[in-house]
């Protein structure tokens, strides 16, 4: 007797021990993921623990609405369970974090369908779908957003200069204010700082709004023209600034204030928009009624909370246990010493390939830093009859921290050049095996350029970048190596000359260059 009645006393407190010991495999998650280190230390990022808190705050203060009301599909959420545990090794082993992040919001989502199945995760929907945007954008869309968002915000800052009366003139995302004074938009102005949490902002107001499902998803998409604008103005400032007070403007203190400053009046604008729509519900109430959150007592809540419910603890244990089993794995396996095939430095890379010489040069401090690269290779080759071509190659040891090369296709608009077409060619080595890469022809003002990049991963050759990323995965477990470049040739067409003529030189430069890379960027 004493034995059953100490067996169901366990029982009893078992919720007691689960959830403290699902919730620290869930933390332990977020720190050897790197999730945490980004929510904590990253400026577009550093809002992801209060909207977390903020969430489970709201998701409490109604759970009489929430809970579950039905017996969870155990199924489910164990196959679920599974999927994110090989998604946290693949994504810390194969040097691609942001699958390790979903795999955490997969663990989440596993003992939500454990708990109270479908009904219980439609409940849940949208506080489960605000989550991941709490995630860094994957490459190569990270880079080309915030490229864009560069080029977005430089065009309407030019606008709102001249709107009061300033002199400016825009190269890509370069200020000329005149008189020597520059000031580049760079990536870190290129809004998403404001973005992501506003966004977030504008996902929790959506969610608390007693409204319709459209006025909801009004406020959430509105998060991204305010961004836009109030970045633009902000850039526009801080230029009419400059021009009257020096740059002490675009750095330290100043440009910290106002960047709070704009988010600040951003999350205003945010709410007059939320104001303006309330003007269209029956009774016109106030901002305080539809964005309250008080507690569900209609009669689904309380009839929830009247039927009986079966903890799952079996299939919470499972997944607790996953939790630790994906850690243990991940650390193992990203433990591992890395392979570092022998090569020749890039340094010692050849200036004279045939009847091509080549004039090294370095590339600007701020690039080198954005680059990221281990060590690049930077050129100019010309030859006797004045054809000239430039290489870049630009090896990276090891992308298994996030250091990756960055596509041309991000770069080359923030010089002030105009993407018109972008296809394929067909590089055909001297010995070897033809290939084809990315072609962009590129325009600023009266010149034109035509370029040809791809990315090398050992003895492959990629042109998509997400490609070469998840092949990252299969290198990094088979082969113990994460090493990588982006190789990228470019030729100026001259005057009068035809695109077919400038593309044949092209080729014939890649044809004798190519073969020298294997040394330099290994096989």
Same mark, same amino acid.
């Given at each position: 007797?004493?034995?059953?009645?100490d067996?169901?006393?366990?029982?009893?407190?078992?919720?007691?021990?689960?959830?403290?010991?699902?919730?620290?495999?869930?933390?332990a998650?977020?720190?050897?993921?790197?999730?945490?280190?980004i929510?904590?230390?990253?400026e577009e990022?550093?809002?992801?623990i209060?909207?977390?808190g903020?969430?489970?705050?709201? /998701?409490?203060r109604?759970?009489?609405?929430?809970r579950?009301?039905?017996?969870?599909n155990?199924?489910?959420?164990?196959?679920?369970?599974?999927?994110?545990s090989?998604?946290?090794?693949?994504?810390q082993?194969?040097?691609?974090?942001?699958?390790?992040?979903y795999?955490?919001?997969?663990?989440?989502?596993?003992?939500?369908m454990?708990?109270? !199945?479908f009904g219980?995760?439609?409940?849940?929907?949208?506080?489960l779908?605000?989550v991941?945007?709490?995630f860094? #954008?994957?490459?190569?869309? !990270?880079?080309?957003?915030t490229?864009?968002?560069q080029?977005?915000?430089?065009?309407?800052?030019?606008?709102?200069?001249? #709107?009061f009366?300033?002199s400016?003139?825009?190269?890509g995302?370069?200020l000329?204010?005149?008189?020597?004074t520059k000031?580049?938009?760079?990536?870190?102005?290129?809004?998403?700082?404001?973005?992501f949490?506003l966004?977030?902002l504008?996902?929790i107001?959506?969610?608390m709004m007693?409204?319709p499902?459209?006025m909801?998803?009004t406020?959430?998409?509105?998060?991204?023209?305010?961004?836009?604008?109030?970045n633009?103005?902000?850039?526009?400032?801080?230029?009419?600034?400059?021009?009257?007070g020096?740059?002490?403007?675009?750095?330290?203190?100043?440009? $910290?204030?106002?960047?709070?400053? /704009? $988010?600040?009046?951003?999350? !205003?604008?945010l709410l007059g928009?939320?104001w303006?729509?309330?003007? $269209?519900?029956?009774g016109?109430?106030?901002?305080i009624?539809?964005?309250?959150?008080?507690?569900?007592?209609?009669?689904?809540?309380?009839g929830?909370?009247?039927?009986?419910?079966r903890?799952?603890?079996?299939?919470?244990?499972?997944?607790?246990?996953?939790?630790?089993?994906?850690?243990?794995?991940?650390?193992?396996?990203?433990?591992?010493g890395?392979r570092v095939?022998?090569?020749?430095?890039?340094n010692?890379?050849?200036?004279?390939?045939?009847?091509?010489?080549?004039?090294?040069?370095?590339?600007?401090?701020?690039?080198e830093?954005v680059?990221?690269?281990?060590e690049?290779?930077?050129g100019d080759f010309s030859?006797a009859?004045?054809?000239m071509?430039?290489?870049?190659?630009? $090896?990276?040891e090891?992308?298994r921290?996030?250091?990756?090369?960055?596509s041309?296709?991000?770069?080359?608009?923030g010089?002030?050049w105009?993407?018109?077409t972008q296809?394929?060619?067909?590089?055909?080595?001297?010995?070897?095996s033809?290939f084809?890469v990315?072609?962009?022809?590129?325009a600023? !003002?009266?010149?034109?350029?035509?370029?040809y990049?791809?990315?090398?991963?050992?003895?492959?050759?990629?042109?998509?970048?997400?490609?070469a990323?998840l092949?990252l995965?299969?290198?990094?477990?088979?082969?113990?190596?994460t090493?990588?470049?982006?190789?990228r040739?470019?030729t100026?067409?001259?005057?009068?000359?035809?695109?077919d003529?400038?593309?044949?030189r092209?080729?014939r430069?890649?044809?004798?260059?190519?073969?020298?890379?294997p040394?330099? /960027?290994?096989d």
């Amino acid at each position: 007797m004493n034995q059953r009645l100490d067996w169901h006393d366990w029982l009893r407190s078992e919720k007691d021990i689960l959830w403290p010991a699902f919730g620290l495999g869930l933390a332990a998650l977020m720190y050897q993921s790197g999730l945490l280190t980004i929510w904590t230390q990253s400026e577009e990022y550093g809002h992801g623990i209060m909207v977390v808190g903020v969430l489970a705050y709201l /998701v409490l203060r109604r759970w009489a609405s929430y809970r579950p009301t039905s017996p969870g599909n155990p199924g489910v959420a164990i196959a679920l369970a599974c999927v994110a545990s090989v998604a946290v090794v693949l994504g810390q082993t194969g040097g691609i974090p942001l699958i390790a992040y979903y795999g955490f919001w997969l663990f989440g989502l596993a003992a939500v369908m454990a708990m109270g !199945g479908f009904g219980f995760f439609r409940r849940l929907l949208a506080p489960l779908l605000i989550v991941p945007l709490l995630f860094p #954008l994957p490459n190569p869309l !990270g880079p080309m957003v915030t490229a864009e968002l560069q080029l977005i915000s430089s065009k309407f800052g030019v606008w709102f200069i001249r #709107l009061f009366g300033g002199s400016v003139f825009l190269e890509g995302n370069v200020l000329d204010m005149g008189a020597g004074t520059k000031l580049l938009v760079a990536e870190a102005c290129a809004g998403l700082r404001y973005l992501f949490p506003l966004m977030s902002l504008g996902a929790i107001a959506g969610l608390m709004m007693r409204a319709p499902l459209w006025m909801c998803w009004t406020v959430f998409l509105v998060t991204v023209p305010i961004t836009i604008f109030m970045n633009s103005f902000r850039i526009a400032v801080t230029g009419m600034l400059v021009t009257g007070g020096g740059a002490a403007h675009t750095e330290g203190f100043l440009h $910290f204030f106002e960047g709070w400053v /704009v $988010f600040i009046v951003a999350a !205003g604008l945010l709410l007059g928009v939320i104001w303006l729509l309330t003007r $269209f519900l029956p009774g016109r109430p106030s901002l305080i009624d539809v964005l309250s959150w008080q507690t569900d007592t209609s009669a689904r809540a309380t009839g929830a909370a009247a039927e009986p419910y079966r903890f799952p603890s079996k299939p919470m244990w499972s997944i607790t246990v996953l939790t630790f089993v994906a850690i243990a794995a991940s650390i193992g396996l990203a433990g591992r010493g890395e392979r570092v095939p022998e090569r020749k430095s890039l340094n010692d890379f050849p200036v004279v390939i045939g009847d091509w010489t080549a004039r090294v040069d370095r590339l600007p401090s701020l690039v080198e830093e954005v680059a990221g690269a281990s060590e690049y290779f930077y050129g100019d080759f010309s030859t006797a009859s004045g054809e000239m071509v430039n290489a870049y190659i630009s $090896f990276y040891e090891n992308q298994r921290h996030g250091q990756i090369p960055h596509s041309p296709k991000v770069c080359i608009p923030g010089g002030g050049w105009v993407i018109e077409t972008q296809d394929t060619a067909t590089v055909q080595a001297q010995a070897g095996s033809p290939f084809v890469v990315n072609r962009l022809v590129t325009a600023l !003002g009266p010149r034109k350029v035509i370029s040809y990049y791809w990315l090398k991963q050992g003895p492959r050759v990629y042109r998509q970048e997400l490609l070469a990323r998840l092949d990252l995965v299969r290198i990094s477990l088979l082969e113990d190596r994460t090493d990588g470049a982006l190789v990228r040739l470019v030729t100026e067409l001259r005057t009068g000359e035809s695109m077919d003529a400038a593309d044949a030189r092209l080729k014939r430069f890649a044809a004798e260059f190519v073969g020298l890379i294997p040394a330099y /960027v290994p096989d």
